[in-house]
């Protein structure tokens, strides 16, 4: 541990490329008589470099862009594969892994070694690899590069360890799975087809061994002709040929016939008595029109064939084979043929692939498939077969994060510890009825509840309005509370005024949630420039929603008349907000109405979060309000602050009145550090001026922040996280006199045209070229796309707002309430906040707050505030502990608000009054001592990048900045004396999705949405990444391999196998020979297979190995006990027997026997 006592007087203005400003150094105010000096600091920090590390924790959702599928039977485990090289593992609720391939290939085919722990990949780069699954974080073992062929269906049969891959050459080879190397034995195509064939075959698409004798292995060529190669005798048993394109091959478990799927939709059933012609062909959705002709179907992609033991009819089920002329208004379908019952299931997206659960691994056994797997492009269901009526089991994974687009995250963790039994019980009743009432099929591994593990709570947005709480506990997810927010406005009708232009958009868009666990209090910004206040209640209710409007449009003008020339800023009078009639003089037919309407009746709420209150910004001349970019709220204080590129707007939530209403100019009050033109609140006329104009000793320092950008435009709008410059468009050309705005929105024309959500962030970013400078450089592209255009064209937007105990000015001797402000252009504003105390003065005496005249200067646009006492503790913003307001009254005991207070001075006794403020912009992070304002450490985050993310966070009982940047560096510094304590490259490429969606937060985590279906959490915590072991899920359960089935004797006898089939005989080395070195590589993994098997996955396997072990042995002990048993019962009756047998014919004579 390392002391640190600074006293640094002047320190920002000693700071290369700080910037200096008067009330920025500790010289230029003299403390207080109770206030503390630089002198009086002295913090202990505890945090050193060796408390942090990055790790990936977990990956919750689907999939993204999933490509295959695989089941292990006997250990229940489920994996797929996806088109980026991941791998994704599920078994038991909290058994879910994510892997992943570091070529980045995608997936073709995934084949499990069933009841061995391991998993063979076939990825697009033409590689197997090896995985193996018996460690909580699964590695790869061995790796072959084929290098003159092309994967294209791979097949391992049950309890061998040779595995057959055909290509795209139409040869087949085998793989030693065991060495990875590749046999010398090869099936080449022009030794599988008749000489007199002239065509090629086609690639692989099928390979399978008959159930009925292993040595016969069926080949399937995509130009439909079909194989059975004798293994032994190395030669064809038969050649099927069909006219149409094989895609999928299935066996009767009796090996006597097998079924195809075509490319016309047909289905064909060959028997191997007579392979001359199918004995069976069906067009399962294809009808005989009039003229005779058979509809024209599409392709049946898939069909599996299995028996049953309760049914003497076996299941086809398969996917597509729709005819053409149904398909176009049909949604993706999978059919279910039982006998004569035909069930077609409509999918809501389109099949990736199936598979069928059955109860044996032995593919020559009776199957009895009790499920069917279906993965979707978007989903992924498991259908019971067992009820008539095919119901769907409840999918315990969090598979629908993405059910509309993602585009923001919270992420909350150590939350009260009520919180989450009370949203799970109040979301219960919100889910979805009809499940089928059996376990989840997906059983397999083990997972336990941690020991360290705390309440978390995840919060994510969505395009259509949608906002999802989610369990984030013990690193598993699941869903708690679903709350709707469309459902406070009216639906927009077509035709109706600007509503119909919003009909195909998405204007309920979450842009940005503030949530006080404490208070339950709930905030939501909308991309449609509307906040939505909820409060937390278990008892349904049934009330009207109180809608406020603001006026927040604000403009520098051409020609400045002595009257427009005074600052205006419309103080607490609710009526100056009031919404202008429509049509009045100078206004368009848009101009002082909201995007939305409110719903102006009762609403009946369930219970849960019931929306109290909905501030709207106005349409202004013709033009829509610009996006929110910043927000907080504060349930001691009753107040609510959102701003944007235009001003500040403050609302008392309790007297449900528009307190502050100011354009960002008019927060400085007379202490602004620029001279700029003259701001006026705009007037309702069309105005051909410009954005906000800076003096010419500006330009140069606007040149300067050019180099870091601070605002994005995708699809013409903003997304930046930090900041929102209102001009969208082509820059502004240098030199070239100002004229009207180019980039003008027609009149009534919506803000955006499409939700940006997080999801999709990244469609700006360059996909054609994938050079390495590209790769580094594409993020910084998309955000510095219209960079040229900041230097005289942005309106400085306010980014970042803070409600707290603190000092408004530097003579102030107690902390009050107060609202700090930081800009776009990298300023500080301190608005101090009178709140009447008592209770009743408070809903009925006005609340009064304005500029103090305090102005912090830093570079780069204002990302974050936080609050230290002179201990370095964090201090918590105040609170009021909930109440529920729809719950009874008595009479007795009148409710009043319960007020939690944090205030500096009595978190510290030691140092008196006064705390430290950590103030972190997108390129500095200051500290600064309150109320003197001497800035007691500064540090230069970065200089070639800029900051995306940067929180105040508690890790090892200490706090810290946890910071991210755009070049995907993690960073974090101590506090405060902000000592780099950690810098790690994580991303090398970062995309406008994850600038979104970074978040950071306690206990050392943080999350991002690493796809547009799928969030990543990872910790940059020494003490989780060591604990993580303990807190994944084991995949592989020892489990005895189930015995196969005893046949009968005359089945035995005249159906069985005639003879034992050796593979190790004819493909190993002393018979087959080796391969040809060209035509695979064989890469080791860092483990050999030897050492797979021995690999436990911690103690706890060991343990299980022994206890099974000493079970079976038990038992065998127990069988030989009761044999030996019954083997002397048998002898004792034998010896009965022969004992009265011989006294019964010792008497007679020999011609009497």
């Known amino acids: 541990m390392k002391k640190f006592r600074k006293v640094l007087d002047g320190l920002s203005s000693s700071s290369p490329g700080g910037v200096a400003s008067p009330s920025c150094g500790s010289a230029a105010g003299t403390p207080t008589a109770h206030a503390p000096t630089p002198q009086d600091i002295h913090v202990q920090e505890t945090l050193v470099s060796e408390n942090f590390h990055i790790c990936k924790t977990v990956r919750h959702g689907f999939p993204y862009q999933p490509t295959c599928l695989a089941f292990d039977p006997v250990q229940k485990i489920l994996a797929i594969g996806s088109r980026t090289g991941g791998i994704r593992i599920l078994g038991r609720p909290g058994v879910d892994c994510y892997s992943q391939h570091e070529s980045g290939a995608a997936v073709l085919q995934l084949q499990f070694l069933i009841n061995e722990g391991a998993l063979v990949t076939a990825c697009a780069d033409d590689t197997l690899h090896l ?29 061998s360890k040779w595995l057959y891959v055909g290509t795209e050459r139409g040869n087949t080879h085998i793989v030693n799975i065991e060495s990875f190397v590749l046999s010398g034995y090869v099936i080449m195509w022009n030794k599988a087809i008749e000489l007199a064939t002239k065509a090629h075959p086609g690639p692989v698409v099928h390979l399978s061994d008959s159930p009925k004798d292993e040595g016969k292995l069926l080949i399937g060529f995509e130009s439909g002709t079909v194989v059975q190669w004798d293994l032994r005798a190395k030669k064809v048993d038969f050649r099927i040929y069909y006219d149409e394109a094989i895609h999928s091959v299935s066996w009767h478990h009796e090996g006597k016939q097998f079924m195809c799927s075509h490319s016309d939709g047909s289905l064909t059933m060959w028997n191997l008595r007579n392979t001359a012609r199918p004995i069976q062909i069906t067009y399962p959705h294809g009808k005989i029109l009039k003229d005779g002709r058979k509809e024209s179907c599409k392709p049946i992609l898939k069909v599996e064939y299995k028996t049953s033991r309760n049914s003497s009819e076996p299941y086809v089920i398969f996917s597509g084979g729709l005819s053409y002329d149904k398909s176009g208004g049909r949604r993706p379908t999978l059919t279910i043929m039982h006998g004569k019952a035909i069930t077609v299931l409509e999918m809501d997206h389109p099949i990736v ?46 598979m629908d994060i993405h059910e509309s687009p993602v585009t923001c995250t919270a992420y909350f963790a150590e939350c009260p510890p009520d919180i989450i039994p009370i949203l799970y019980s109040i979301g219960a009743k919100q889910k979805k009825t009809g499940y089928s009432h059996k376990e989840w099929p997906v059983s397999g591994g083990t997972w336990t509840l941690g020991s360290q593990t705390y309440p978390e709570i995840i919060v994510t947005g969505h395009a259509d309005g949608t906002v999802k709480f989610w369990d984030a506990s013990a690193i598993t997810l699941q869903m708690l509370y679903k709350l709707k927010t469309s459902k406070v406005f009216e639906k927009p009708k077509v035709g109706e005024g600007r509503a119909g232009e919003l009909v195909e958009e998405d204007p309920y868009a979450v842009q940005m949630v503030s949530w006080c666990p404490h208070s339950r209090l709930f905030c939501v910004v909308g991309i449609s420039a509307h906040v939505i206040l909820y409060r937390f209640s278990k008892h349904d209710a049934n009330t009207q929603i109180v809608s406020l409007e603001v006026r927040l449009q604000f403009d520098s003008e051409d020609v400045i008349s002595p009257s427009e020339a005074e600052n205006n800023p419309c103080f607490s009078d609710p009526s100056s907000h009031s919404p202008q009639p429509p049509g009045s003089p100078g206004s368009g037919t848009q101009d002082s109405l909201p995007c939305l309407k409110v719903k102006n009746r009762p609403v009946r709420m369930p219970p849960g979060y019931q929306a109290e209150l909905v501030v709207q910004l106005q349409w202004v001349d013709g033009e829509p309000p610009q996006q929110i970019t910043s927000l907080d709220i504060n349930s001691a204080y009753g107040l609510l602050a959102f701003g944007n590129c235009n001003g500040l707007t403050v609302v008392d939530f309790l007297q449900k009145t528009i307190l502050m209403c100011m354009g960002t100019l ?3 009050g007379a202490a602004d550090p620029y001279q700029r033109l003259t701001r006026s609140p705009r007037k309702n006329r069309q105005s051909t001026s410009g954005l906000t104009e800076l003096s010419d000793n500006q330009v140069s320092m606007d040149m300067e922040r050019s180099k870091s950008p601070t605002s994005d435009h995708v699809n013409g709008h903003c997304t930046s996280p930090t900041s929102q410059p209102c001009s969208v468009g082509k820059p502004r050309i240098t030199g070239v006199p100002e004229g009207p705005r180019l980039t003008r929105r027609g009149p009534g024309r919506p803000p955006f045209r499409k939700a940006q959500s997080a999801a999709c962030m990244e469609i700006s970013l360059p996909v054609s070229s994938h050079t390495e400078e590209s790769r580094e ?43 700090w402000v930081g800009t776009s252009l990298g300023v500080v504003l301190l608005l101090p906040i009178s709140i009447p105390t008592e209770e009743e003065e408070r809903m009925e005496e006005p609340i009064t707050m304005g500029p103090s005249g305090t102005v912090l200067m830093l570079k780069g646009s204002v990302l974050r505030f936080a609050f230290l006492d002179c201990g370095g503790a964090l201090i918590q913003s105040p609170y009021e502990v909930w109440r529920d307001p729809n719950g009874p009254e008595d009479p007795d005991r009148p409710r009043r608000r319960k007020l939690v207070n944090f205030s500096p001075s009595s978190s510290q006794e030691a140092c008196s009054d006064g705390h430290l403020a950590v103030v972190c912009s997108e390129k500095q992070a200051k500290v600064i ?50 000592r780099p304590l950690m810098d790690i490259n994580y991303l090398p490429l970062t995309d406008l999705r994850i600038a979104r969606t970074f978040v950071f937060t306690n206990g050392g985590q943080a999350l991002y949405l690493s796809s547009p279906t799928e969030i990543q959490r990872l910790t940059y915590s020494q003490e989780m990444t060591d604990n993580l072991q303990d807190m994944l899920g084991e995949l592989f359960t020892p489990i005895e391999t189930p015995e196969a089935q005893n046949k009968g004797f005359l089945k035995g006898f005249f159906g069985g196998n005639a003879q034992t089939f050796d593979r190790e005989e004819l493909f190993g080395e002393a018979a087959a020979g080796k391969a040809s070195r060209s035509l695979a590589q064989h890469i080791p993994g860092p483990m050999g297979l030897e050492n797979m098997k021995t690999a436990a996955g911690g103690v706890v396997g060991d343990l299980a190995r022994a206890r099974i072990a000493l079970d079976q042995r038990g038992e065998r002990l127990g069988e030989l006990e009761e044999r030996t048993a019954l083997m002397m019962n048998s002898a004792e009756t034998f010896s009965t027997h022969a004992h009265q047998v011989m006294l019964k014919q010792k008497d007679k004579k020999w011609y009497q026997l």
């Open 666 to 668: 008019d927060l400085y």
């Open 929 to 978: 001592l309150m109320p003197t304002q001497a800035v007691l450490f500064t540090h230069n985050i970065t200089e070639s990048s800029f900051l995306l993310r940067a929180d105040v966070v508690s890790v090892c009982n200490s706090v810290c900045l946890a910071c991210f940047c755009a070049n995907g560096h993690i960073m974090t510094l101590s506090l405060p004396s902000l």
């Open 353 to 398: 692939e199936f598979l069928v659960l059955c109860d044996t691994p032995y593919s020559n056994e009776v199957q009895d498939p009790y499920a069917v797997v279906v993965l979707l492009e978007k989903d992924f269901i498991v259908v019971d077969l067992t009820q008539s009526n095919f119901p769907i089991f409840e999918n315990p994974y969090p």
């Open 777 to 819: 450089n594409s993020f910084s592209r998309s955000r510095s796309s219209s960079v040229s255009s900041i230097d005289r064209d942005t309106k400085e937007s306010v980014t970042t707002l803070q409600f707290g105990e603190s000092y408004g000015r530097k003579g102030d001797a107690l902390p009050t309430a107060c609202l």
């Open 131 to 159: 995985w193996n699954l018996r460690q909580r974080r699964p590695a790869i073992l061995h790796s072959l590069k084929f290098n003159r062929e092309r994967i294209t269906f791979c097949h391992l049969p049950f309890q």
